[in-house]
């Protein structure tokens, strides 16, 4: 149990996902640990720098996953991601246009899949048609859409994300038994609850799909671990500014100094101290400008 490893009062830099890991959340509060959520290190103007290097990762592993998946060997339907001449290329919707859904884009389409994009924001799907010059597909996330959309993809995959709570289901299990038979879905917001919901659990590199209603189902946790030296290597590109405030500054001076900082803290001494993971458990928040003098 790697809760006893943690010790009363320390300060935890990590991928806390404490809105989905309520017994993580107990064990930091009773201990009274102050708690640096990378997922929620947030700029001023909304960018999420912690997540970067994983979701670009994550996106584009999530393909070349996604990509095996559909072989027969695997129990997928046995089409080549990006067709032949003569043989129609298959399909992919990415359900999501932030970080994951564009990386997991461009690998789709360096492939030569047919990708068609899904998103809440008009702006980011504007963005994505521009960066791709056309070559991506994209409408409105609704659920006629979505609907419309999982009945003739090859691949789904699932990228989405709300700071600080569960993702929300949007594949319902109706829409899954619409599928094409032999299908994929990889669901990489499996690290914020998952956004299918046939998918109940996690599952692992050791059993990595099962399948339902003839769909093939992939929701591995923390997946850019696959590629250890190169998640490790990105990662460290952009945790290392952080990681020299707080040890030259201390822990007050820097979340002061550092606006994204002070938004990743969500415990500090027993007390729990993002608005939205407090709302999404249910438990008192507590203002850490009000705990720390600021």
């Given at each position: 149990d790697e809760f006893a490893l943690l010790k009363n009062g320390q300060t935890v830099l990590s991928y806390a996902h404490l809105a989905i890991e309520p017994q993580l959340l107990d064990v930091l509060l009773k201990k009274k640990i102050t708690t640096i959520d990378y997922e929620t290190i947030q700029m001023p103007d909304g960018r999420l720098p912690m997540l970067m290097p994983v979701?670009?990762?994550?996106?584009?592993?999530?393909?070349?996953?996604?990509?095996?998946?559909?072989?027969?060997?695997?129990?997928?339907?046995?089409?080549?991601?990006?067709?032949?001449?003569?043989v129609y290329p298959s399909e992919v919707l990415i359900i999501g246009a932030g970080v994951v859904g564009i990386h997991a884009a461009k690998v789709a389409l360096g492939m030569g899949a047919i990708v068609t994009m899904l998103d809440v924001s008009p702006e980011k799907?504007?963005?994505?048609?521009?960066?791709?010059?056309?070559?991506v597909n994209t409408a409105m996330s609704n659920k006629y859409n979505?609907?419309?959309?999982?009945?003739?993809?090859?691949?789904?995959?699932?990228?989405?994300l709300i700071v600080g709570t569960k993702a929300p289901h949007i594949i319902t299990e109706d829409m899954v038994k619409n599928m094409r038979k032999g299908s994929v879905i990889?669901?990489?917001s499996i690290d914020q609850g998952g956004i299918v919901?046939?998918?109940?659990?996690?599952?692992?590199?050791?059993?990595?799909?099962?399948?339902?209603?003839?769909?093939?189902h992939c929701a591995i946790p923390n997946i850019p671990?696959?590629?250890?030296?190169?998640?490790?290597?990105?990662?460290?590109?952009?945790v290392l500014p952080y990681l020299l405030r707080l040890s030259t500054k201390g822990f007050i001076a820097a979340v002061k100094s550092m606006p994204e900082l002070y938004k990743g803290v969500s415990t500090f001494q027993g007390?729990?101290?993002?608005?939205?993971?407090?709302?999404?458990?249910g438990y008192p928040y507590s203002e850490l400008s009000m705990l720390i003098g600021f």
């Open positions: 979701s670009e990762i994550a996106g584009r592993v999530s393909i070349q996953i996604g990509a095996r998946l559909l072989e027969n060997t695997y129990g997928g339907v046995g089409k080549l991601l990006g067709g032949v001449p003569g799907l504007s963005e994505a048609a521009k960066l791709f010059q056309g070559r979505v609907e419309k959309f999982t009945k003739t993809a090859d691949l789904v995959i699932g990228a989405v990889i669901d990489v919901e046939t998918i109940e659990e996690p599952t692992s590199f050791e059993n990595p799909t099962f399948e339902k209603h003839g769909v093939i671990s696959c590629v250890a030296r190169t998640a490790t290597i990105s990662f460290n590109n952009y007390k729990l101290t993002d608005p939205v993971i407090a709302k999404s458990v």
